[in-house]
């Protein structure tokens, strides 16, 4: 009698040797305990993949106990007082803007005219506006090659699209204007010594050009622009090398920008992303961190919040608790009578 009560189930389903239990059907289930361990086992592998594809490359040649860092700001490898003490204070976040639409007036019409003229000396069909939206923040040659699909030869490629900067060049005039309020906004991370990086899939002889004709020159530490990379947004390659030559991990960096497709490469890249209402309406960016439409909006404090970094998004996780499974009522209250049924 008391084995056969002991033999018993929390379910009701009876034990029978090996490692499942037996309903009244007769199916057959694994017992609890054998579905914890096994559970368990999942969920350690989870998180040892989750850390690794989070930081494939920084977790390796690190001492043990030296990583994730102690606090979000400090780095006991800088030997110099004041460098620690000056990085403490402003110098552990990163600043990432893309240029067009965000420090400066962007004209998207001009874009497209360029594209379309582009189609009618090379004698293609022009690209519908889908198509065109479609290609906004890519690379020449990538748009070329893996969207409209005019060539894949590497010497034609880099013909058209050096062709499509001319005739966008041409277009703009020469012509830049600082949007409002980023030249202040530049300004205040200037005076404060927050590292700076400047990205464009523009070459980097027209960036250079422009930078040069709106009188910014040496303020931002670092320019990326489209010799530097492969691929373009969506894809976070830009946002990545900006955060190594800014010497930064992804997580101490903000990007901004002022498109869905930016938003979307910035989280894919561990950063946070300030998107700037410039060519979309607000509700459009909502799946940025913060949307605002002016940059002198921000203020540094607004941006130490933003990048305040949690050690769990260090890749350390909290220990797995097991959850107590509830007794169930050894008397059951009987299933209710429809008295229709009789």
Known sequence: ????????????????PGHY???????????FGVIKAQAMELAKESNLYSEKERFPNSLEGLK???????????????????ARQERMGCGWLGAIFEWEGVVIEDNPDLEKQ????????????????????RIQGMKNEQAISEVLCWSRDPSQLKRMASRKEEIHQALQGGVYMFRDGSHEFVNVLTRHKIPMALVSTRPRKNLEEAIGAIGIEGVFNVVVTAD????????????VYAAQLLQFIPERCIVFGNSNLTIEAAHDAKMKCVAVASKHPVYEL????????????????????????????????????????????PHPPLAAIDDEFW
């Open 21 to 31: 239990l037996r309903n009244v059907s007769g199916k057959q289930f694994p017992r």
């Open 64 to 82: 043990p106990g030296s990583w994730p860092p102690k606090n979000k700001a400090d780095n006991p490898l800088l030997h110099n007082p004041l």
């Open 286 to 329: 909502t799946a940025a961190d913060l949307v605002v439409r002016w940059l002198d909006e921000l203020s540094v404090v607004d941006l130490k919040n933003l990048a305040d970094i949690e050690l769990t998004e260090f890749g350390s996780t909290p220990e797995l608790e097991m959850e107590v499974e509830e007794e169930e009522d």
């Open 114 to 133: 360029a594209w379309l003229a582009l189609s009618q000396e090379e004698g293609k069909s022009p690209p519908p506006a889908f198509v065109l939206k």
């Open 1 to 16: 009698m008391i084995e056969s009560i002991a033999t018993t189930s929390l379910l009701g389903y009876s034990l029978i």
């Open 228 to 239: 530097d990379v492969y691929r373009g947004k969506p894809d976070p390659e830009m946002f």
